[in-house]
């Protein structure tokens, strides 16, 4: 069913929906708002005009466009850090932690190619940002830096001239050019496709670990 023109010349409304159903609806178009326009564009009224629905029917939802606001980057931010951890906990194997890391950096990639609009809103946000947007970037990043850090110690340990090696800061490293990726992917994906990226992951991962060559047999303990 479509919205159709009143005889009386009134604005045609869209149809009505379960309210489940409009609560997505209302999210949808403020997510394709942050993304073409950035996020100062989103408003109650913004919002309404992009669903062409009236503004009391934004507010039976959300009581404010702060409100409208953090429901959606609570509900991109569980996609988003759902697809971070299932990516950081894929299975290692430390016989080949270059492998084990060009898989994550695939994951990666198809997160950001399976959801564009979430990680545009998160890695490319138009204007100022807010202070839950910061939050939930910071927590994604902690949660891949904390894996990427216990990882990497466990593939150096038993590893010549490994002491020197500050895996903080190499786990801080390794997330911002999987960061770095997702952004070239959203700019500039004709320049930068999946191939390309994932394929300069793999060489990086290789010359890094041959600086480190294994004393003995490792194993998973």
């Known amino acids: ?59 039976g939802q959300f009581t404010d466009a702060h409100h409208l606001l953090k429901e959606l980057l609570d509900r991109e931010a569980k996609h988003a850090l759902g697809q971070l951890a299932a990516a950081a906990a894929l299975p290692v194997d430390l016989a080949d932690p270059a492998k084990w890391f060009a898989d994550v950096c695939r994951a990666l990639v198809a997160a950001v190619l399976e959801r564009p609009a979430t990680w ?19 927590q994604g990043e902690q949660a891949v830096m904390t894996q990427f850090a216990g990882v990497g110690r466990r593939f150096l340990r038993g590893r010549d001239n490994a002491a020197d090696v500050d895996v903080e800061l190499l786990a801080r490293s390794l997330v911002r050019v999987a960061e770095e990726m997702g952004r070239l992917l959203l700019e500039a994906p004709d320049d930068y496709p999946p191939e390309r990226v994932l394929t300069f992951a793999a060489m990086a991962a ?15 303990a």
Do not use: H, W
Request: with cysteine.
């Open 1 to 59: 069913m479509t919205a159709t023109k009143e005889a009386n010349g009134k604005r045609p409304y869209a149809p009505r929906l379960p309210a489940a159903e409009r609560r997505e609806q209302l999210l949808d178009a403020a997510l394709e708002i942050i993304n073409t326009r950035g996020l100062a564009a989103v408003s109650i009224d913004a919002v309404a005009k992009a669903c062409d629905v009236t503004r009391p029917v934004v507010y």
């Open 206 to 220: 290789d010359a890094f670990l041959a600086r480190y060559p294994a004393r003995e047999p490792v194993g998973d």
């Open 120 to 138: 545009r809103a998160i890695l490319l946000p138009v204007g100022a940002v807010p202070a839950p947007v910061r939050e939930y970037r910071r």
